[in-house]
């Protein structure tokens, strides 16, 4: 079976000091994946897609930035936090057909101070 | 474009009553539809989804959902709330006729009451 993790589960960093997400899932190959961001009271922001090693789509310019440097795995990265990029950061990945569907991992809770 | 709306940010039933959370989407190609349920501090947990079969589906927990094109809806159900129903749930279609691309509503917070 697919699994997908997620690390940290929990971050606190400074605003202005360098970010790493890290995703990897597990049991298939070659899926697209997905950075997703909740911010506070908010719904689903899609930030990043990938469907293949260093092929990586932008949904919306950001502080964020995202690599695919293996097959199953997928990083999001900043170079210096801002106040607003606190949120819940979701990664998920798309099983192909039959079943077409979008799985989740856990998240990471981020703070920014 | 698609787009999803689902109306009332926030739902309170009792426990034992019915739930019942709405969803509207605007989709210019047949869609596939999903209910996803998130709770505190986790990721996004399929409930179900629509997939041009059956128009009643039914998911995980006792929930189910149904498919009317006229009405362009898909809201979500269950009979008798349970305590541990409290949670976020969200409304997704699909983009291109592929769950690889979805557009989800901004969510709706289930309280249950005891």
């Known amino acids: 079976s697919q699994t997908i993790h997620q690390w940290p589960a929990t971050l606190v960093q400074p605003v202005g000091s360098p970010l790493s997400l890290e995703c990897t899932v597990e049991g298939t190959s070659n899926p697209n994946l997905y950075w997703y961001r909740q911010a506070a009271g908010r719904g689903l922001q899609l930030l990043f897609y990938?469907?293949?090693?260093?092929?990586i789509s932008s949904e919306v310019p950001q502080n964020l930035s995202a690599s695919r440097p293996q097959d199953r795995q997928f990083i999001l990265s900043s170079k210096k936090l801002l106040l607003s990029d606190s949120g819940f950061y979701l990664c998920a990945w798309h099983s192909g057909r039959p079943r077409d569907t979008q799985y989740f991992g856990p998240g990471t809770r981020l703070t920014v101070l | 474009a698609q787009s999803v709306t689902q109306l009332g940010s926030h739902v309170s039933v009792s426990e034992g009553a019915l739930v019942l959370l709405r969803c509207n989407y605007s989709?210019?190609?047949?869609?596939?539809l999903f209910w996803y349920v998130q709770y505190p501090n986790q990721g996004l947990q399929l409930l179900l989804k629509?997939?041009?079969?059956?128009?009643l589906v039914k998911g995980i927990n006792g929930f189910e959902a149904e498919f009317k094109k006229s009405e362009t809806s898909f809201h979500l159900t269950k009979p008798s709330a349970h305590m541990s129903d409290a949670a976020e749930y969200f409304c997704a279609v699909t983009r291109s006729g592929s769950a690889r691309q979805l557009t989800f509503g901004s969510g709706t917070q289930l309280t249950v009451l005891p």
């Open positions: 629509y997939t041009s079969a059956a128009t």
């Open positions: 990938s469907v293949g090693i260093g092929q």
């Open positions: 989709s210019s190609v047949p869609p596939y």
